[in-house]
Structure formats: structure tokens, C-alpha cells
């Protein structure tokens, strides 16, 4: 797409990385000015340092570092958690949770620079795509968006790596290492290369935030974290910010090989693919929420609050952060969670991240009604007739069926009702 005359200039969401630094000499030669926005949501300083300085060189008219790890724990991780929302049953949606964040840091940036585009180097096959572009139409709908992976004669990375030698730009991405990683505070990922097999083991050379759990301490070690309403605010009865809570975590748990998941998914645009995603802190949280809800959420609101979960995920996944639909859901869990507050301690050893005790003020258990002593504020005769009516339907439908399976039983009387009827 070539930039048109009157406004040709376009913000980048911007990484760094192999894809989105050909983006740049790819845009300026049709035309574009090309104006730089990078998130830092925690992918690390090796990530960010000289962004600006790399930005500038391969010909970028600005680059703008955006420190934005607060309001991606606040805004998108917090209320994830709180839904214990997880696609699939596994992934604990670390990329998704982070584009609508940088997508409208990028449309903030474009009005900075009165931009008429944005661009983005998301792939024609991948989810991020419509993570990115949804944001775009949800609060800058008058903006073209520039794709490259859909109009570019790239198809590959290695053809992309080919094009960087050509423009000599510096990248870290070789034939040989040729992993897509997305890395942020709450996960990584890892795709391509070998990985894309699902028939070949997670490579050795993949993994960078969690230890070998073969290789991990042979102590256990705990940790206790806090909740305030279904959002965690201390670690081993300490308050300590967001940030600083998932990053301690991120240390703690990958020193014991905890978050490490090898997965096959349904990509939202149709195909399956594998991925190897690392999430130490999360797994550590989802584990302590998981059993702190348990203890102090009413049966029938935990049963729908279960339901209501996965569909939380599949919004997120899909790039439906704004989506009426999942605001809708925040507002169910910020009030099915207000009474799950307390503490859970988890222990984490050889990979394995498990809760082993649970308190707090919220608790909805008793110890009177759940002992097995008799007594209390219980009456086991009551239950007599609770069992009866509610065996009633199965009983009266076995009942019929016997009947209507034997002929001639059709002359004898029906049962007597178990159940005296008055």
C-alpha cells in the first residue's frame, strides 16, 4: 500500500525484532514516513535498550518507548486473573492480554503525529492481526491500516531474514534459531522452527524463563500470596505493587521449572499450531486464586463463574477486549469476587506449582458442618428426605420405562411412590 500525498505519515507498532525492522525500509520505500511506537510491557531491558537509536537507523522518522507495564497488569492481567480465564484448558493468554494495551498506545501515538495509518507486523496466518486491528476500529476507525505480511513478497522467515542482509539491517534472529518469541511481564512464547513439529520434543535451546524442572531444586520452596477481592495484593504477607509482584514471582517459580506448557491450540483465523509458552508467575497465581475462590465462592455462582471462564478467554483470544460482551462478563466477575479475600499458599517443586493451605475472611467453609462428628448446627435426619426427592425423577423414570419394556405388566398397579404424598 503506497502512502497517499496529502498524509503519508504511519506509526508502527514496533519490537524491534525481525519482522517489524524490514517493516520500516519495506514502508519508507512507498512512501511512508514512518513513526515508531514501542510498548514496554516488561519483554526486558535486552529488548529496549537503543530501540530509538535502531529505529532511526533503518530509517524511521521517531520512535516513542512507552513504559506500560502498569496498566497491562492493571487493566488486562488483573481482570484475567480475577476470571481465572483459560483458553483451551491450558493457555493463560499472555499475548493476548497485552495487544489491546499496545494497539491503543499506537492509535495515541498516531493522533500525537496526526498519522493518517497504522501498521503492524503481524503474519496473514497468526491471531495478533485481529487483536490489533479491532483496537484500530474500536478508537481510530478513520485510520488506514497498513499490513505487510498480507502484501509483501515475504513468505517466510528465512525469506525475511534474507531481505534484513539485503537492507543490512542487525537482527538477532538466525536460520538456525529461527524461534517467534513474544515476550512480556506475565509469559513468552515460543514458535517456529523446529517447534512447529508436533511430533519433535520441546528443543532444549527454546525455554529461557523457567528452569529444567529435572534440573530444579530438590528443596520445595512456598510462597503465600494475598488476595483483595479476587486481585492479589501481598506475597508471603507483604504488600508489594503489580509489577513488582509478577516479576518477583517470574523469578521464584522458573528457578523451580513452573509454567512451562507445550500446546496445540485453534488459532481464531482456523488452522492449529504449536506453541511452547512459559508462565511462572501465572501458574503460580492461577493456582493460589483457583483454591482461595473454591473456599469462599457460593456453589451455584462458582458453577457459573466456571461456565462464564472459558468464554472470558475466547473473547480475549479472539481480540475482543472491547467487545461489549467481555466488558459485560468483567462486571459479573468484579462482583462474584468481591468476597474472595484471604491467602493461599502454594508450593512449588520440580515443575509442579500446588496449593497446600487456604484461609481468609471470605471463607464460606464451616468446620461444624463439614466434620464427620455428628452434631452441631446440622441434623443428618433431614437428609432422609432430601436423598428421596432428590432420587424422585430417576426413580419414577425406571419405574415407567420397566413397565413399558414388559407388556403385560401393564394391567399391574404402578408403584407406590417412595415419597409419602399427603
Not at 9 to 14: N, S
Not at 291 to 296: D, I, K, M, T
Not at 361 to 387: C, I, R
Amino acid at each position: 500500500m503506497k502512502a497517499p500525498a496529502h498524509n503519508n505519515r504511519i506509526v508502527l507498532a514496533y519490537s524491534g525484532g525481525l519482522d517489524t525492522s524490514i517493516i520500516i525500509p519495506w514502508l519508507a520505500e512507498r512512501g511512508w514516513e514512518v513513526h515508531c511506537l514501542a510498548g514496554d510491557v516488561g519483554q526486558g531491558s535486552e529488548e529496549l535498550v537503543g530501540l530509538e537509536e535502531k529505529a532511526a537507523a533503518t530509517g524511521a522518522a521517531s520512535c516513542k518507548v512507552a513504559n506500560l507495564q502498569e496498566p497491562f497488569v492493571t487493566e488486562t492481567i488483573f481482570p484475567c486473573l480475577r476470571a481465572l480465564a483459560v483458553y483451551e484448558g491450558k493457555y493463560l493468554l499472555g499475548t493476548s492480554m497485552a495487544r489491546p494495551v499496545l494497539a491503543r498506545a499506537q492509535v495515541d501515538y498516531a493522533r500525537e503525529v496526526n498519522a493518517s495509518a497504522v501498521a503492524h507486523g503481524c503474519t496473514g496466518k497468526g491471531n495478533d492481526q485481529v487483536r490489533f486491528e479491532l483496537v484500530y476500529q474500536a478508537f481510530a476507525p478513520d485510520l488506514a491500516i497498513v499490513a505487510p505480511w498480507r502484501d509483501w513478497d515475504i513468505i517466510s522467515r528465512e525469506d525475511a531474514i534474507d531481505y534484513a542482509a539485503e537492507k543490512k539491517i542487525p537482527i538477532t534472529a538466525t536460520r538456525k534459531k529461527i524461534y517467534s518469541r513474544d515476550r512480556n511481564l506475565w509469559h513468552i512464547s515460543h514458535e517456529g522452527g523446529a517447534i512447529e513439529n508436533p511430533a519433535t520434543p520441546p528443543p532444549a535451546d527454546a525455554w529461557m524463563l523457567t528452569t529444567d524442572p529435572q534440573e530444579a531444586p530438590d528443596q520445595a520452596e512456598e510462597v503465600t500470596v494475598g488476595f483483595e477481592s479476587g486481585i492479589p495484593t501481598t506475597l508471603n504477607g507483604q504488600a508489594i505493587s503489580p509489577v513488582a509482584l509478577i516479576e518477583t514471582l517470574n523469578q521464584i517459580a522458573g528457578a523451580h521449572g513452573v509454567g512451562r506448557l507445550d500446546i496445540i491450540e485453534n488459532r481464531l483465523v482456523g488452522m492449529k499450531s504449536r506453541g511452547l509458552y512459559e508462565t511462572p508467575a501465572g501458574t503460580v497465581l492461577y493456582e493460589a486464586l483457583g483454591q482461595l475462590r473454591a473456599l469462599c465462592m457460593e456453589r451455584e455462582t462458582l458453577a457459573l463463574a466456571e461456565k462464564l471462564g472459558p468464554q472470558y478467554a475466547r473473547l480475549v483470544y479472539n481480540g475482543q477486549w472491547y467487545h461489549p460482551a467481555r466488558e459485560s462478563l468483567d462486571g459479573f466477575f468484579a462482583e462474584a469476587m468481591k468476597h474472595v479475600t484471604g491467602s493461599a499458599t502454594v508450593r512449588l517443586w520440580k515443575g509442579t506449582a500446588t496449593s497446600i493451605s487456604v484461609e481468609g475472611p471470605g471463607s464460606l467453609y464451616q468446620e461444624d458442618l463439614a466434620s464427620f462428628t455428628m452434631g452441631g448446627t446440622y441434623d443428618p435426619k433431614h437428609s432422609e428426605g432430601f436423598v428421596r426427592l432428590f432420587g424422585l425423577p430417576g426413580t419414577v423414570e425406571r419405574s415407567v420405562r420397566a413397565r413399558q419394556a414388559t407388556p403385560e405388566s401393564a394391567a399391574t398397579p404402578a408403584p407406590k411412590s417412595p415419597v409419602p404424598v399427603s
